[in-house]
Every structure is written in C-alpha cells, then in structure tokens.
C-alpha cells in the first residue's frame, strides 16, 4: 500500500510540474559551472556607520572567485536568446489561423481540467508532422510527434496524450471542443508564459551612493550615461508614441516626456530612466519613479565611478521585492572600455549568456548585443523564480477552470471514448471542399493574430540573428551516401564512416566507395574507432557467445584495399582474452592512455591497453594480448545500459554507471565498492541511453528516457537529478557543455545544459547520431532535399516539412552533417556571415543604434522593392532551393542563413 501511495505521489508530481521547473536547476560545485554562471554568494549592504543594512543570497556573475585583470578565462560567449518566441509560442505561430482540433478533459489523478490542441501539418508526399499542446496548470507542454503512414497506423487522441510524461497509462475520455472562441483563450493561456515585450529599469548612480532613495535622486546623468544610452536605444518623445510604451503615459506626459526604446530579437523594449521620469524636490523617496522602476523585473545600474574595478553598488541597496535581477554597467573614459556584472536572486535559474573572463567589453555593437541578450534571458529566467511561478499556476488554474466550465456545457453528451478518435491532417480554408465551419474556425484565428498585432503586443516580423554563425551551425562532410539499417558505427576520419549492419556486416562508405570490411558472420554489434591508437574495438556476437575484439587500423586497410572482408574467424583470433560473454563496453581515452570497460553478465573487468599512443604496432603483433586486466568485479545485476568515467582529483578512479532492471548503481572499479542511487526505474529500460557527463573533477552523468534526460550529478555525498522535457521523443543525445543535444526522430534540438532552455530547433529528416567523438556526426535522410527549404510565413497554411523530390528512386540516401565540437564546448563568441548580409537593419544595430517598428522595412535601392532582413534570407534560401530542384547541387555552408530562423527549426 505504501509503495502504491508513493508511486502515485511521483506520478502526480511528474504532471504537475513544468519543464522549467522539475527540479530546481542547482548550480554544481564545478569549476567550469560558476567560470560560465557565477556563484550564489551573501552580500550584505551597509550604512555609512558601517552598520549591516540588509542581507541576501545572490548568483554574481562573474564570481567574485575569478581575477578580473588575470589571465582570460576561456567560456562560452555565444550570444543566444532562450527560449526564444519563433521556438516557444506555438499555438500563435502553428495553430492560430489553421485548421486544428482541441479536446478537454480531466487528469484523473489531481482531477484539474485538461486542454489539448492538435494540428498535423498538410500532406507532403505521404509525410505529415503532428504538433501538441498539453495545457494544465503547471503551463504547456509542447510535443512533436512525425507521422509516417507507411507504418500503417493513424495517429488518435488517445496516442498523442499517452506521449506526454505522466500520462503514459491515461485512458479517460477527451472531449472535442469546436467552439472558434476558444482560440482566443488558448493564446491567453499562452501569454502567461511570458510577455514578448520587455520594460527594463535604467538608474544612474554615484560611487559614493548606498541607497535606492539616493540614486533616484540624481537629476540628471553625465556624458557617459548619456553614451550609455545611446547604446541601448533611441530616444524618442512620449506623447503620441504608438509603438510598446511599457507602462509609461503617452498622452499628457505624466511620467516624463522622453524615454528610451528599441527593438532586439522580435522584442520591443521601453527602458525606464530614472532621469527622464518626473523628479520632485520635495519627496525624497521618489516615489514617482520607484513606482516604474521597483516595479520591473531587471533593473540596470550603471554606477558613475572613477574605479571601474571596484564595484560599490549591492543589490540589497534596493527595497524592491519585485525586481530579481541587477546589471550592474561601469565605463573607464581613459581606456574606453565597459565592465558588466549581473546580481540574480538565489530563486532565480541560471541563465546566458556567460560573462567573459575579464568582464570586460571595447566594441560598443557587440556590449550591446551582449546586454540586450543578457537582459531579455534574465527576464525569462526570472518569470522562473517560485514568486512568479506560483502567481502564474494560480492564473492558469482559474483559467482552465473557467473554461472548462464555459466550453463543456455546449457540447453534445455521450462522448464514452473519444479518446481514440483519429486526428485528420490540416486542410486550407480556402480550398473548395472545406466546410463552412472550418472555414469560420480559421478566420476568427485570423482575427485574433491581427488584433494582437495591431495592438502592438506582438512584432511578428521582426527577427534578428538570421545570418548569426551559431555553435551549433552544422557542415555537411558526405553527400549522398548509401543507408543502412545501423545497429554500431563510427567515423573514420573525416572523410570515411563504419556502419555495423545485421545483413551487410560492417561497411567502409566514403565519397567514392562502399566496401564491406567485416564480414556479416562476425555479427559485429558495436565499434569504436580509435584513430590516435591505431585501433578499432570491436564488440561481436551475442549472448554467451559475444567477446571484445582488438584490431588495428593498418589491417581495416588492407581489407578495404584487397576489398577481402575480415571472415569470422579471424575476428574470433582478435579477441580480448577474457571478455567472452560480452554485452556492453565502453572506453576511456585521455591523452596518451586507453582503458576499456567490459559487462559480461553480472561481471564488470576494466582492461587498460598497455602501449601509449605514441608507439604503433609492428606486423604479426598480437594486439589482444598488450589489453591487461587490472581488476574485476562482480554486481548485484545484470547490466542494461552502462557509461564510464574517470575522475581524477587526488588519484584516478574510474565510475561505471550500471542500470540494472530494478537499480541504479554507481561502481567504483578500483576498490570494488558499489553505490544504489535513489532513483525508480521504470518497467521498459530497453530504450535508455547513459553518457557520461563528467569533467574530470565531478560525479556527473546524463540518461535519456522516452522525451527527458536526466542529469545526475553528486553534491555534498548525495547523488541529485535534474529532469529535462523535450518536445519529441529522443533517439539518442549528446552532452556538450554548456549544451546538450537531442536527436528525435525528425527533429533536433539545442539546449542548455543548465535550465533547460531551448535554443534553437532543426528539422532533420530520419535524423540519426551515428559518431560522438570530439565532434558530432549524423546522418539526413537525402530523400529529402539537402538544401534550405523556403521558410514559412507565421500564419500560413503551408507545411514546415521539406518536400521530397518526386523523382526519387526508391533507396534512400544519406548526408552526413557534424556539429564542430570545439565550438559547441569553449566557443570563442559568435561570427558574423561572410556570405549574407542582414541590410540596413542590421548596420542600424551592429553600429549601437535602434529601430522602431515604423523604419523596420527598408528600402532595396538597387530594387526598388519593400524587403525585411527576414525576406531577403527567405528569397536566398528559396533560390537556392530552386537550383537544387532543377538538379544542380549546392554545399550548405556556415555562410549561408542560419536555418534555425526556418519553420520548425
């Protein structure tokens, strides 16, 4: 009975609670974790007695631990909105103005009232992509579930629930609700995750100035707040203003007649200057502008000091308990450069970009870039903080509720099992054969979008970074290559891959040749090419009869010369004495040093691999015999899943993480000792996947479950977890910090490692991870074109899906893209496009000036057209698209448009 109660408890907690907030995002005692977030310190405020003031626990970035003018610290300074609105805002960008199907319900569990919304994308050559929304209280979740009609089965209701976590076993009824009005408070219920818009808080403060009074005090600012604030946007008279206002009076100048505004990333942004807000001599307090300024989420400070070093301001100055993070801006007029740090309340999650090692700026265009971005995420993160997400949970209950009561007592009765009812594909309202109320339904959509962008809430067709070189910008390294079956491979090289395969054995596939070099008798299930050994590990057969086998790369090419595949028997002579049983293994490679992990049944052996990288093999050398056994261990069950590492503080140790079918165990294989971590583990294990995710110096490892991974990681003798949702089922992951990368099963995902935020989407066709070394190789299915699709505008009936060529024979094709893992892992900084240009636009940003939504169109002069940055991308990727279709081929490359800008990714 109890472990019932229990189960139920988590099967509630996993419902009820938000991606963003799953378990509170903890920030490690890693070194590398607070060289990128900072660290969460005390900082105390005193009063000019030198009494205590106040005290409170903030993340400072960068840490205090971290020498300003000492050597540069190399972090990540790739700078990216999270979360950002094209990836997040689904129902307004997929669902509002199409034709879809939303269903109510109620979760059987806490028996709060439940909302799905559903819409499959139009029919492309047998092709859709379904795309579902789950609204509960917690807020929304997102899933993309692709749909392939050969498989035979039609995608119901009751399937695409079942997809979400928590609700694996639901089987209750769905209600169809019809009703256009509920558009409109779906995108209600959408909002509440945030506003697109942003109003920040600017105050000029003096060195010498310890209080929030003081500061709101000073009239006027000097000649550097001014350039300050020409770096943040343009000036612009209140009165008559009809863009975003923030709050402010645009009709009778009460709170001032000036602000300053700007656009950044499809968002509009007023800034609140303390000096522009009206001042009064006789309140000493200003409650005038604490009113607008304590009442905003960030706040910028920017401290006039002749010690731009030395910082005096201390976020427990301010009384504010609204207000949750402080940019805190100095500027050096004798050397010209700008210093940032950020204070961010303990509640808040951490988020980027990450501060550089020294915080310190001299190109006007990139500080600004950096703290607009800075400032956006901050305001995200906060919405995080348990103050706002309580307010929100509490919004979102009251709203459903409302609704659940609005929209159920029009529909008919009788509804036992709808849940099973089949979800048809989108169809255009203007097509012919629509019915008249699938054509109201979409048009009172329409009406909702063009009101809100009317109103100016939203900026649809603003988007920036369009031609902004990305980490994770991908290259293709092999074009139209054969595919297989894949159950093992790895890249050779940059140039050649392995592919295990059930019916083929392993294949060589290059440009120019597809050579079978094991031969299929030798059942090879898994490889490992280990270029700077010399070797290839080869784990074969299975069952009783599997066994770990050595070969080196000189006899690989002499099969794929000769084109003589290496025969069973052969292979059997290559094998790592002691390793028969074997089912799972995995290798630790540092340097000039090679250790391999064996699981044969309850035993785990580590071998170390006695030669150094430096010395090669000589002919006739017996390679199994230089792997010697250094220890061996038995474990309380089989292993289903395993990932090593080594951790090397005082000593090295080696970690094997083993799943069994009941337990979770951390081994240690030096002294045999073995850890239960407090973790339920579900009934199908077959579908995990474990990846190490140390540094070196931390416990730390990442699982893959259906659409989560959890980052394990221990913390003061406890091992904790971090659970992450995707918006697709994963097939495999890779973990990059400050990144962790999902592979679905047509749809790639980036995010960040520490909250979980999504960056950036890629659709992918029958994506598959095929090599994780220091980069990352996958393969496209090439039925599909290679080049950029044409984007879709927000709003239109057009699929994201890219179209398949008709002429296509019936084999598919591979290409093989990589992600550059020196750029995911200690990326410099973004580049700009060499080979695109974002037009004026984007010289009136990168030149530290603004825009309003009135100058957001430019004129093309040697055209003499109306063209956005957006628009002239799209018409790039459409030309090259149509050069593709008429058979000429052209190579993707880091300076064409950064795709992510694209439908669905």
């Not at 929100?392 to 209950?397: A, F, I």
């Not at 090593?644 to 165990?665: C, D, M, N, T």
């Not at 091992?719 to 592979?743: C, K, V, Y």
Request: glycine residues 6%.
């Amino acid at each position: 009975m109890k472990r019932r109660r229990f189960l139920l408890e988590k099967a509630i907690e996993a419902r009820n609670v938000s991606p963003s907030e799953m378990k509170s995002r903890r920030l490690r005692n890693s070194v590398r974790r607070e060289q990128y977030y900072g660290s969460v310190e005390l900082v105390v405020s005193v009063d000019p007695r030198g009494r205590i003031r106040n005290i409170g626990r903030f993340r400072l970035e960068p840490s205090s631990d971290c020498t300003m003018d000492g050597p540069p610290v190399s972090t990540l300074n790739s700078i990216v909105l999270e979360n950002p609105q094209e990836e997040m805002r689904w129902y307004w960008k997929f669902f509002l103005g199409n034709e879809h199907q939303n269903f109510c319900g109620c979760d059987p569990l806490t028996k709060d009232p439940i909302f799905l919304s559903i819409v499959v994308e139009e029919e492309i050559d047998d092709n859709k992509l379904c795309r579902a929304i789950l609204w509960t209280s917690k807020g929304p979740r997102r899933m993309c579930i692709p749909i392939q009609p050969a498989r035979g089965k039609d995608l119901s209701v009751k399937t695409v629930i079942q997809r979400f976590p928590g609700f694996g076993d639901f089987n209750r009824t769905l209600t169809p609700i019809t009703n256009p009005k509920i558009q409109k408070e779906l995108t209600i219920l959408e909002d509440q995750e945030g506003s697109v818009n942003c109003k920040f808080g600017v105050i000029y403060a003096k060195a010498d100035q310890n209080t929030d009074a003081q500061m709101l005090s000073n009239e006027h600012g000097d000649e550097s707040f001014e350039r300050f604030l020409k770096i943040l946007g343009q000036r612009i008279e209140l009165q008559g203003w009809g863009s975003y206002r923030g709050g402010l009076d645009t009709t009778t100048n009460s709170t001032g007649r000036e602000s300053v505004y700007t656009v950044y990333g499809g968002h509009e942004i007023m800034f609140h200057v303390s000096t522009m807000l009206p001042y009064s001599k006789e309140n000493d307090q200003q409650i005038e502008r604490k009113r607008h300024v304590g009442n905003d989420i960030v706040n910028v400070i920017f401290e006039a000091t002749d010690d731009p070093l030395r910082l005096n301001f201390s976020p427990t100055m301010m009384k504010s308990h609204f207000t949750h993070v402080f940019a805190v801006v100095t500027y050096c007029e004798r050397t010209g450069v700008w210093r940032l740090w950020v204070f961010s309340e303990d509640s808040v999650p951490a988020f980027g970009p990450s501060i550089p090692h020294p915080n310190t700026f001299t190109d006007p265009a990139r500080f600004r870039e950096f703290l607009m971005t800075k400032l956006i995420n901050a305001e995200k993160a906060a919405h995080n903080a348990s103050a706002f997400v309580e307010k929100r949970h509490r919004t979102n209950d009251t709203l459903l509720k409302d609704m659940y009561i609005e929209y159920l007592k029009d529909c008919p009765k009788g509804f036992n099992r709808v849940t099973d009812a089949v979800i048809r594909h989108i169809r255009s309202p203007v097509r012919k054969d629509a019915p008249r109320e699938s054509i109201d339904f979409c048009k009172f959509g329409e009406l909702i979008k063009l009101e809100k962008m009317l109103s100016g809430e939203v900026v649809d067709a603003v988007k920036m970074n369009v031609c902004r070189r990305q980490p994770w910008d991908k290259e293709i390294m092999l074009r139209n290559m054969p595919s297989y079956d894949v159950i093992g491979s790895d890249m050779w090289g940059h140039e050649a891959l392995l592919v295990a395969t059930e019916e083929h054995g392993v294949m060589y596939v290059a440009d120019d040749k597809n050579v079978m070099i094991f031969d299929a008798a030798c059942k090879v299930q898994d490889l490992i090419i280990l270029e700077a050994f010399g070797l290839c590990l080869v784990r074969a057969d299975k069952g009783k009869d599997g066994y770990a086998a050595v070969f080196s790369l000189n006899e690989l090419r002499n099969a794929l010369l000769t084109q003589v595949p290496i025969q069973k028997k052969i292979a059997h002579a290559h094998k790592i004495h002691g390793t028969k049983g074997c089912h799972l293994f995995a290798r630790i490679e540092d340097g000039l040093r090679l250790k391999l992990v064996v699981a044969m049944g309850r035993k785990i052996c580590l071998f170390r691999w006695s030669l150094s990288a430096l010395r090669r093999d000589k002919p006739g050398d017996n390679l199994a015999e230089h792997f010697t056994l250094l220890t061996s261990h038995s474990v309380s069950e089989e292993p289903v899943a395993m990932c090593v590492y080594e951790k090397r503080v005082i000593s090295s140790v080696v970690k094997a993480v083993v799943l069994g079918r009941s337990h979770l165990f951390v081994y240690d294989l030096n002294d045999g000792t073995e850890e239960i971590l407090a973790w339920d583990v579900p009934r199908n294990t077959s579908t995990i996947i474990m990846k190490a995710a140390s540094d070196g110096e931390s416990d730390e490892f990442a699982m893959l479950y259906q659409n989560s991974t959890l980052l394990f990681d221990r913390n003061d003798g406890r091992w904790n977890w971090e659970q992450t949702f995707w918006s697709t089922n994963l097939r495999d992951f890779a973990f990059r910090f400050p990144f962790i990368l999902g592979f679905g099963e047509d749809l790639i995902e980036i995010r960040l490692v520490v909250n979980g935020n999504l960056l950036a989407s890629m659709y992918m066709p029958s994506v598959r991870l095929l090599s994780l070394k220091r980069d990352i190789y996958f393969s496209v299915e090439r039925a599909f074109s290679s080049t950029c699709a044409p984007p879709v505008s927000t709003g239109s009936n057009r699929s994201s899906l890219i179209r398949r060529d008709r002429h296509q024979t019936d084999t598919k094709r591979w290409d093989i893209y990589r992600f550059k893992g020196a750029r995911l892992e200690m990326a410099g900084g973004t580049e700009e496009c060499s080979g695109a240009s974002n037009g004026g636009v984007a010289a009136s940003l990168t030149n530290g000036g603004s825009f309003t939504p009135q100058i957001i169109r430019r004129i093309d002069d040697a055209h003499g057209r109306t063209m956005t940055p957006t628009t002239e991308c799209n018409e790039q990727q459409s030309r090259r698209y149509s050069t593709s279709r008429k058979g000429r081929s052209r190579e993707t490359t880091d300076d064409d448009c950064n795709e992510t800008d694209e439908e669905g990714g």
